[in-house]
């Protein structure tokens, strides 16, 4: 493996990190689903109190999804988020507005109304975790656009990438990418309330109710995992050997049976997620089940995103010009880019460490009514 393959290979890893901590993160979008759920005017404050301060890690993690996509494999991202921009448009519109809700809610003068706000908080819990896997999917199962390098020595229409005329919208109706939305969702639902449990401590007039949606949305997630898990293995994939891609069944099998410890975390990971699930759900005073699922969860994340990208697999599949596919090797950026991004990226763990300390600060103790009612700057 010479220097080029080498750092190609650090940057896949690095996305497929930072992927799994924003799906353990999609816990805020999870959470505000359950605002209409049952609690009081004072549980629902404490939920959005809570939530709110960890809001901007999500948003935050997404953005440098992107932008490591944008460093590391330019052309994946002015095929993706320049092609499919009405999938994309939407995604940030659910995040747009949670900003708007986070900042307005219980500003004084909102003629809106605090349900208001709490219904826009809703709409990117539900749209926000729903697109985003569907987004996801289109690494999974191929998506409908071409690409045409050649096209950038064309002053007239210097366009590298064509998506389908529907620009995303299309992704939407493909039910194997509904599949792996609607499991990320319950997946976010489940370890928000996860997270209720974990950080506030007067949870007398809701907590029953929590731990009660644990184990609904959890066992929801369960079995949409395995049905995701099922798909995804029987899926036909794209492999470039010797200068072309060549079509291969069962493509994402095989490369959990050759590259065995991705197919190990995988299980581990869902393990986790599961222990996580079932102890917080039957045991009434246990608390601590959302760093199981946010483990096992970043875990499993890692191990698929590796399994799309390595061994020369197409990790963007073109359903409709094979040849136009995707991989880390034919999208990536010069050895020179990736080269000093690594360098960059050296700072990473320095700022994961300021969030765990940051996190740790802010969660020492289980967040109460009369510390919400005593900040001045509450949501």
């Known amino acids: 493996m010479d220097n080029l393959q080498l750092l190609q290979s650090y940057w896949w890893l690095l996305i497929a990190v930072i992927g799994g901590l924003l799906v353990f993160l999609l816990f805020v979008q999870g959470g505000q689903t359950m605002l209409f759920c049952g609690a009081t005017p004072e549980g629902r404050k404490l939920m959005v109190n809570s939530l709110g301060r960890k809001w901007e890690l999500t948003f935050t993690t997404l953005v440098l999804f992107g932008g490591a996509f944008f460093a590391s494999f330019p052309l994946f991202y002015s095929t993706s988020f320049g092609g499919a921009y009405w999938l994309w448009m939407l995604i940030l519109l659910s995040f747009v507005l949670q900003a708007v809700s986070y900042e307005y809610r219980s500003k004084p003068g909102n003629i809106y109304g605090r349900n208001t706000f709490d219904v826009f908080l809703l709409f990117n819990g539900l749209v926000g975790c729903v697109l985003l896997g569907v987004a996801v999917g289109t690494l999974f199962f191929g998506a409908e656009f ?105 493509i994402y099998l095989h490369n959990a049976l050759d590259m065995w410890p991705l197919a190990a975390m995988i299980v581990a990971g869902a393990l986790m ?49 094979p040849a136009s596919s995707l991989t880390i090797a034919n999208s990536s950026s010069s050895l020179f880019t990736l080269k000093t991004m690594s360098y960059v990226s050296i700072g990473v763990p320095v700022v994961l460490a300021y969030i765990v300390y940051v996190w740790y600060k802010m969660n020492k103790r289980p967040l109460t009514a009369a510390e919400v009612n005593a900040d001045s700057h509450s949501y």
């Open 146 to 250: 071409t690409v045409q390098k050649s096209n950038l020595l064309n002053p007239g229409n210097p366009v590298i990438s064509t998506w389908a005329p529907t620009h995303g919208l299309e992704a939407i109706s493909n039910w194997r990418c509904l599949l792996l939305g609607f499991m990320v969702f319950f997946l976010a639902r489940t370890q928000g309330a996860l997270y209720f449990i974990n950080n506030i401590s007067d949870t007398k007039d809701f907590g029953i109710s929590l731990r009660n949606r644990v184990l609904i949305s959890g066992t929801i997630f369960a079995i949409l995992f395995i049905g995701f898990v099922a798909v995804l293995f029987c899926t036909t994939g794209l492999r470039y050997v010797d200068g072309e891609f060549v079509s291969e069944p069962n």
């Open 273 to 321: 997620v599961l222990f996580g699930i079932y102890r917080s759900a039957f045991s009434s005073s246990y608390r601590y089940g959302i760093w199981w699922t946010g483990i096992g969860s970043v875990l499993v994340v890692i191990a698929l995103l590796l399994l799309t990208g390595y061994a020369d697999t197409a990790y963007m599949r073109s359903v409709s010009d």
